[in-house]
């Protein structure tokens, strides 16, 4: 059975941050391209970050999106199964519920997300 576990949401004001893991479980980990999406009330889910599977030799190749350049950044821990989200110089507007995901083996794995809540 193969389960994501996010952690470590929380309020926090403008300008600080939080660091999201999450703990992935019932996969061969170093194999799957593994992904932070967010979804705010009325809006589309959105891609935030992905590091890609680790492979032999390379080092993981990583995206940000737009919105996150420049201030978030996302590692992976094959050892621990997990992988992280750190998120600097936040933003009323990054407020969202984040979410995990798993692509692995031919499917798509969610987990259950985390609320990130930034005051001005």
């Known amino acids: 059975q193969v389960q994501l576990v996010e952690s470590g949401g929380g309020l926090v004001q403008a300008g600080g941050s939080l660091k999201l893991s999450c703990a992935a479980s019932?996969?061969?980990?170093?194999?799957?391209?593994m992904g932070w999406y967010r979804q705010a009330p009325g809006n589309q889910r959105e891609l935030v970050a992905q590091?890609?599977?680790?492979?032999?030799?390379?080092?993981?190749?990583?995206y940000i999106g737009d919105r996150a350049k420049g201030r978030f950044t996302i590692s992976r821990d094959n050892a621990w199964q997990t992988i992280y989200l750190q998120m600097n110089s936040l933003k009323p507007e990054d407020t969202s519920i984040y979410y995990c995901?798993?692509?692995?083996?031919?499917?798509?794995?969610w987990g259950q997300g985390t609320q990130v809540t930034v005051s001005p």
């Open positions: 019932g996969i061969i980990f170093s194999g799957a391209t």
């Open positions: 590091i890609s599977a680790t492979l032999d030799s390379m080092l993981d190749s990583t």
């Open positions: 995901k798993a692509d692995w083996s031919g499917r798509a794995y």
